[in-house]
């Protein structure tokens, strides 16, 4: 089996998860695909796997063949789960050989144009080979090409057994997505001392720092009446958030920021004139901005409560991960071994802030210094996203290189 077969069989898994249901995992998708990983190990004949009972992680260690001397114990750690953003069943991968630059009719029947003026580091692609969408679902290469990468990795080790390494720790987690990825997450049990997630975008991309994040959910109360009889009776739930939302700043939303500009997102609003309630994520990576931006957002509920009435807006806001640059640089040989592997692969590493989270910002914060690594996926959580083969067999190249530098 070729990576690119490995990564379509992978995609063929509708992993979603769902943020609006508690158990763990939220849905069957993601343990039908851990299952199928856990036997995949045994079968190329990895030593020790294991898998969660309850909550369907699992765990797999190739254990070290150098006995010569001391070696730290390395962990690769990614998701199976995907975006609710979008719908992940019944993908319809479809590859690209020869990329001209050009845009790409992903559905001619509906019109659905990957355009190069909307997406122009795509460009930098052209001659590659891409896997894309059909337009109707998005692609999965978040995070199956990092499962799909890892996996290869394994397979490598497991045919090479002369090749020296110290212990190597593998583990696939559901639930990223929905920021409960590592809640249940056995640190002690999994056995690594340092880990990378693998989990990034573009070719060389290497994240020692996320953001601060938060998640708010926000419930507005109205007074529903006929509209002939509303005048100074009516409250409309749904202008009460309309209201709020005008109050936060439009220049901070994500698509007015980049680097490390934090922003609000409302990531769902729903209701009707008696009741609406909404959704948000809060992200800085400056400690000190993030906490204004939580300060202002509980200002702007009291502003609407001024307006409207006591208690006609509630605001739930709930820390969820933090930056984890401050503890990874107690641990900087982390980073300098994978920026060391990637340039001994002919790979630029470049040192990017990654503006999202990763179950590795988390474990860090639980005694794991985990950086992210990249996949070579792009456009994640849509229709227009894509893999490129090329970027992933070189990530793959990254990975086995990695093992090769903790063992020196």
Known sequence: MTALERFMEYVGFDTMSRSDIDSYPSTQGQRELLDHLREQLREMGVADVRQDRHFGYVYATIPANDLTKPLPAIGFIAHVDTSEAMSGRGVKPRVIDDFDGEDIVLNAALGIVTRMEDFPQMRELKGKRLVVTDGTTLLGADDKAGVTEIMEMAQYFCTHPNEKHGTICIAFTAEEETGRGVDYFDVAGFGAHYAYTVDGGELGDISGETFNAAGAKLRAQGRSVHPGDAYGVMINA??????????????????????????????????????????????????????????????????????Y????????????????????AAHPEV???AITAMKKTAVVPREEPIRGGTDGARLT???????????????FHGKHEYLCVDEMEATIEILKQLVREWAE
């Open 238 to 307: 749904l202008q009460v958030l309309t209201d709020f939302h005008a109050l936060l700043p439009e220049k901070e939303r994500p698509e007015h920021t980049r680097g490390h500009e934090g922003f609000y997102h409302l990531t769902q609003l729903q209701g009707n004139v008696e009741t609406a309630a909404a959704e948000y994520i809060i992200r800085d990576h400056d400690d000190a901005k993030f906490e204004e931006k939580k300060a202002l957002f509980q200002k702007a509920v009291e502003q609407i409560n001024a307006k």
């Open 365 to 379: 914060f639980m005694g794991l210094p985990c950086p992210n690594l990249c996949t070579g996926g792009g456009n």
């Open 335 to 337: 980073m300098q071994k």
């Open 309 to 328: 009435g006591e208690g006609t807006l509630t605001a739930d806001v709930e820390d969820q991960y933090y930056n984890m640059r401050g503890r990874l």
